[in-house]
């Protein structure tokens, strides 16, 4: 069974840095596009960033310029380094990952796997 793990969340000052990170484990054939969203109290989920497998990146225009997405392939494992954080970057962090995790003949599905999310919380 494929398992995502999220860490590094946690309470910062506004303009300070965290680094969040999501480990892929299991029976995994092959990791597409992994992604971050975020859900603020009372708010709906919001896409933060995306990495495909090429290495392609997009970002919310909120964070864009102060958030990075990276993926290590060897580690299935992706990053996001937020810098300037700011109060409203206040969630639950989720990261989200397209996974091949079993194939069978002439076909090999992807599935969407998410994390636990993390907690983020940043003071002014």
């Known amino acids: 069974q494929v398992q995502l793990v999220e860490s590094g969340g946690g309470l910062a000052q506004a303009g300070a840095s965290l680094r969040l990170s999501c480990a892929a484990s299991?029976?995994?054939?092959?990791?597409?596009?992994m992604a971050w969203y975020r859900q603020a109290p009372g708010k709906q989920r919001e896409l933060v960033a995306t990495i495909t497998s090429a290495d392609s990146t997009h970002y919310a225009p909120s964070v864009k310029g102060r958030f990075t997405i990276s993926r290590d392939n060897g580690q299935n494992t992706t990053y996001l380094q937020m810098n300037s954080l700011k109060p409203e970057d206040t969630a639950v962090y989720y990261c989200?990952?397209?996974?091949?995790?079993?194939?069978?003949?002439?076909?090999?599905?992807?599935?969407?796997?998410w994390g636990q999310g993390t907690q983020v919380t940043v003071s002014s």
């Open positions: 299991g029976s995994i054939i092959r990791i597409n596009d």
């Open positions: 989200n990952a397209d996974i091949v995790d079993n194939c069978v003949p002439h076909w090999c599905p992807e599935k969407v796997f």
